[in-house]
């Protein structure tokens, strides 16, 4: 079983603890149809459109 050759140190530690805050949050793109905030390359949970085309009809 592989057991590490040195002890890892408190800085090289806590540098890989500290990334978790790097994650940025996701970005809203704003609708063409509805003009409504929604997440990019997905369908618009509002009017259900992607790229011009209506994928799922809301109106039911």
């Not at 590490?4 to 800085?11: D, L, V």
């Not at 990334?19 to 704003?30: D, H, M």
Request: proline content about 10%; overall charge positive; glycine content about 2%.
């Amino acid at each position: 079983m592989a057991v590490p050759k040195r002890r890892t140190s408190k800085a090289r530690k806590n540098k890989r603890r500290a990334n978790w805050k790097r994650i940025t949050k996701p970005t809203f793109v704003e609708c063409p149809q509805c003009h409504e905030p929604k997440l990019p390359h997905r369908i618009c949970p509002e009017c259900g459109y992607y790229k011009d085309k209506e994928v799922v009809n809301m109106a039911e």
